[in-house]
C-alpha cells in the first residue's frame, strides 16, 4: 500500500510540474508573442520615404516639413519650405494638427527624424513619415555635380 501511496504522489507531482512547465512555456510563449505584435506595430508606425517621395509630396505643397536637427546642423541649410523644431524640443502634443497637413520629419541621416517619428506616431495613433537617409540622401539626389 505504501508502494502505490508513492507512485500516486510520483505520478501526481509529475503532473504537477509538467502543468507548470507548461504554463510557464505558455507565458514566455504568449510574451514573445506580444513583443513581435509591438515591434511590428512601431516598425509599421514609422514610414521611411524616399527622396523622390518627399520631393513629390514637397511639389504637391500639402505637407508639413519638419527638421528636426540641430541649430549648427539647420544653419548649413534646410530643404525649402520646412520648418526647425531641434528632436531635443520636439513634442508631438505641442504640434498645431488641425490644419490637415500631414507632417513629414528629417534630419541628418534619418535616425533622429526616426525617433521624431516614433513619438509622433505614438501620439496620433498613426503612422508618421521621415525622409529615409535624412538631408544626407536630399543633398546627394539634388547635387548637381
Same mark, same amino acid.
Given at each position: 500500500?505504501?508502494?502505490?501511496?508513492?507512485?500516486?504522489s510520483i505520478?501526481a507531482?509529475?503532473l504537477?510540474?509538467a502543468?507548470?512547465?507548461?504554463e510557464a512555456?505558455?507565458?514566455?510563449?504568449d510574451a514573445?508573442?506580444?513583443?513581435a505584435?509591438?515591434?511590428?506595430?512601431r516598425e509599421?508606425?514609422?514610414?521611411?520615404?524616399s527622396?523622390?517621395?518627399?520631393?513629390t509630396?514637397v511639389?504637391?505643397?500639402?505637407i508639413?516639413?519638419?527638421?528636426?536637427?540641430?541649430?549648427?546642423?539647420?544653419?548649413?541649410g534646410m530643404i #525649402?519650405?520646412?520648418?526647425h523644431i531641434?528632436?531635443d524640443?520636439?513634442?508631438p502634443?505641442?504640434?498645431?494638427?488641425?490644419d490637415?497637413?500631414?507632417?513629414v520629419?528629417y534630419?541628418?541621416?534619418g535616425?533622429?527624424?526616426?525617433?521624431?517619428a516614433e513619438?509622433l506616431?505614438?501620439?496620433?495613433?498613426? #503612422?508618421?513619415?521621415?525622409?529615409?537617409g535624412?538631408?544626407?540622401?536630399?543633398?546627394?539626389?539634388?547635387?548637381t555635380?
Amino acid at each position: 500500500m505504501q508502494a502505490r501511496t508513492s507512485m500516486i504522489s510520483i505520478v501526481a507531482a509529475s503532473l504537477c510540474l509538467a502543468a507548470c512547465t507548461s504554463e510557464a512555456a505558455e507565458s514566455a510563449a504568449d510574451a514573445a508573442t506580444e513583443s513581435a505584435v509591438a515591434e511590428a506595430a512601431r516598425e509599421t508606425a514609422v514610414v521611411d520615404l524616399s527622396v523622390d517621395e518627399l520631393a513629390t509630396l514637397v511639389d504637391a505643397g500639402n505637407i508639413r516639413l519638419i527638421d528636426v536637427r540641430r541649430d549648427d546642423e539647420v544653419a548649413e541649410g534646410m530643404i #525649402p519650405g520646412a520648418e526647425h523644431i531641434m528632436l531635443d524640443d520636439f513634442d508631438p502634443a505641442a504640434l498645431d494638427l488641425s490644419d490637415g497637413r500631414e507632417v513629414v520629419l528629417y534630419c541628418r541621416s534619418g535616425r533622429r527624424s526616426g525617433i521624431a517619428a516614433e513619438k509622433l506616431a505614438a501620439h496620433t495613433g498613426e #503612422p508618421a513619415k521621415h525622409l529615409g537617409g535624412g538631408i544626407i540622401a536630399w543633398r546627394e539626389a539634388n547635387s548637381t555635380d
